[in-house]
C-alpha cells in the first residue's frame, strides 16, 4: 500500500505569516501552494518553492476564487469559462517560478469553496480539468474522494485525464461524504493521535466515517494536512511514524500514478 501526503502552504502575505511551512515540509511529499487570489504573494511563492526544493517535496498549484479578504472561502457564482481562466492564471504564475527553479509542476486542486463547489460540479469539473491538462500537459488535478469518486476517476481517465482523490483526516465529514462546513463546532479536528489515526485508517481502509460514525467506502489517493492548524502539523510527523508501522508508502502523487 502507498499513499501521498500533501500540505496546503505557501499562504503568508506581504508581512502576515500564515501556518507552518517549515515544519510541515519535514514530512509531506506533496504541497499546494497558493497562487496569489486568496493568499500569497509573488516573493512568498518563489521563498515556498524554493522551501519545497530543498526538501524534494513536489508542488503543486492551489488556485482559488479571487477573494483575498476571505482567504476564498467565500462561494462565487461564475461559469466554466472563467473559471478555467482563473485557474489557468493562477498555475501560470506558480509555474514561472517552478521553472525558474528548475522544478515541475505536479498537480492543481482547488482552494476553499471553489474545492468544495465543484465538488457538486462533476461536467463542469472535467471539463476545467480537461482544460487545465491542455495548458499544463498531464498534471494531477486532484479533488475531494466522495462515494463517486471512482467512477469521476474513471470518467477523466477515458478523456486522458489523470484525477487524484483526497481525502482530510483532520477534517469532519457528513454522512454524504462530503467535508463539514467550518461553521460547525467539530468540523476541524484538534487531537493530533486522532488526527494520525485517523489517516492510517483511511488510507489502509480505503474510505472515512462521518461525524455521526457512517463509514463510507472510497478510493483516496492523498492524504491533506492543514498548514494553519497546529494541531495537523504535530500529527504530520506521528502520521509518518503510524504510517511505517503498518507497511504503507508515503510518496509524491507523481510516483503512485504513472
Known amino acids: 500500500m ?3 501526503l ?4 505557501g499562504e503568508s502575505f506581504g508581512v502576515y505569516r500564515i501556518g507552518n511551512d517549515v515544519e510541515a515540509v519535514r514530512h509531506v511529499t506533496s504541497a499546494n ?3 496569489g487570489f486568496h493568499a500569497s504573494d509573488p516573493n512568498w511563492m518563489e521563498a515556498t518553492v524554493a522551501l519545497c526544493a530543498a526538501h524534494g517535496v513536489m508542488v503543486g498549484a492551489h488556485p482559488g476564487y479571487p477573494d483575498l479578504l476571505g482567504f476564498g472561502r467565500r462561494s462565487m457564482e461564475a461559469g466554466v469559462r472563467e473559471l478555467t481562466n482563473y485557474v489557468l492564471y493562477q498555475t501560470g504564475a506558480l509555474k514561472a517560478f517552478l521553472d525558474a527553479a528548475g522544478c515541475p509542476l505536479q498537480h492543481i486542486k482547488l482552494h476553499g469553496a471553489f474545492y468544495n463547489n465543484m465538488v457538486r460540479r462533476e461536467n463542469d469539473l472535467l471539463e476545467l480539468a480537461a482544460a487545465v491538462d491542455k495548458a499544463f500537459k498531464g498534471v494531477i488535478f486532484v479533488t475531494l474522494g466522495t462515494a463517486r469518486g ?5 470518467a477523466g481517465a477515458a478523456k486522458g485525464l489523470r484525477i487524484a482523490l483526497e481525502a ?3 477534517r469532519a465529514y457528513t454522512d454524504e ?3 463539514m462546513g467550518r461553521e460547525h463546532k467539530g468540523a476541524v479536528l484538534n487531537d493530533p493521535e486522532a488526527i494520525a489515526r485517523r489517516a492510517v485508517t483511511m488510507a489502509a481502509r480505503k474510505g472515512i466515517e462521518s461525524a455521526s460514525g457512517r463509514w463510507i467506502d472510497m478510493e483516496v489517493d492523498t492524504l491533506c494536512i492543514h498548514g494553519d492548524n497546529a494541531e495537523s502539523i504535530v500529527a504530520a510527523g506521528r502520521i509518518r511514524t503510524l504510517m511505517d508501522e503498518e507497511g504503507i508508502a508515503v510518496e509524491p502523487l507523481s510516483r503512485l500514478m504513472t
Open 150 to 154: 471512482s467512477a469521476l476517476k474513471k
Open 6 to 9: 500533501n500540505c496546503d502552504m
Open 2 to 4: 502507498a499513499i501521498d
Open 33 to 35: 501552494l497558493a497562487c
Open 177 to 179: 461524504g462530503e467535508l
Open 168 to 170: 482530510f483526516p483532520d
